[in-house]
Nanobody
Framework: QVQLVESGGGLVQPGGSLRLSCAASGFTFSYYRMSWYRQAPGKEREFVAL???????QYADSMKGQFTISRDNAKNTVHLQMNSLKPEDTAVYYC????????????WGQGTQVTVSS
């Protein structure tokens, strides 16, 4: 059974930091590109960051230098370190796994709420 379980969300003050984690199970984690997306209230889901199976990373332009994605293949986990958080970073953050080889497959987690407020 495939599972992506996000954790680490919560309430943080502006300027604070959070580290999100996504624990994967039920598939060969090292074959998958892992990504984070977020969806703020009333807005569409947007791309945040990705890390390929080989460790290459890519970020949304507006989040470069603020967020850092990493993965631990031994623990089947991907992390998102978020620094200098702003109220506009408030959103539900979702983990996504997409296989890099055929046959393609993709999975989503249930999301974790991040609220940035004083």
């Amino acid at each position: 059974q495939v599972q992506l379980v996000e954790s680490g969300g919560g309430l943080v003050q502006p300027g604070g930091s959070l580290r999100l984690s996504c624990a994967a199970s039920g598939f060969t984690f090292s074959y998958y590109r892992m990504s984070w997306y977020r969806q703020a209230p009333g807005k569409e889901r947007e791309f945040v960051a990705l890390i390929t199976s080989s460790g290459s990373t890519q970020y949304a332009d507006s989040m470069k230098g603020q967020f850092t994605i990493s993965r631990d293949n031994a623990k089947n986990t991907v992390h998102l370190q978020m620094n200098s958080l702003k109220p506009e970073d408030t959103a539900v953050y979702y983990c996504n796994a997409r296989k890099e080889l055929l046959p393609y497959s993709a999975y989503w987690g249930q999301g974790t709420q991040v609220t940035v407020s004083s």
